[in-house]
């Protein structure tokens, strides 16, 4: 079993900043791949970013491409999204997602079976 703890959501004006962190304990880790995903009022659970866990490996949706960037801490276990130059549409419930995924398959919801609870994070314009 892999557990997963989100942290660092909360309300942040359009321009500004969050960093969001996913804490991982369980399974040794180093084989797995640690994705954010994002679900928005009414819509559907949408891939963010997913990096293995040495970093060497990281992928991004079009619409944070630029914006957002994740990283790893292999000694500590947690990875992070940072958000910047954050929009009203990136507000949304953040969810930190694991699993063994291959490097083709990242971007997949479907390839993810280990889920944190959520963070809410709320752009004002």
């Known amino acids: 079993q892999v557990q997963l703890v989100e942290s660092g959501g909360g309300l942040v004006q359009a321009g500004g900043s969050l960093r969001l962190t996913c804490g991982a304990s369980?399974?040794?880790?180093?084989?797995?791949?640690l994705g954010w995903f994002r679900q928005a009022p009414g819509k559907e659970r949408e891939f963010v970013a997913a990096t293995n866990w040495s970093g060497s490996r990281t992928v991004y949706a079009d619409s944070v491409k630029g914006r957002f960037t994740i990283s790893s801490d292999t000694a500590k276990n947690p990875v992070y999204l940072q958000m910047n130059s954050l929009k009203p549409e990136d507000t949304a419930v953040y969810y930190c997602?694991?699993?063994?995924?291959?490097?083709?398959?990242?971007?997949?919801?479907?390839?993810?079976?280990?889920w944190g609870q959520g963070t809410q994070v709320t752009v004002s314009s």
């Open positions: 997602a694991a699993d063994r995924v291959s490097i083709a398959s990242m971007i997949r919801i479907d390839q993810y079976h280990y």
């Open positions: 369980g399974r040794t880790l180093s084989t797995y791949v």
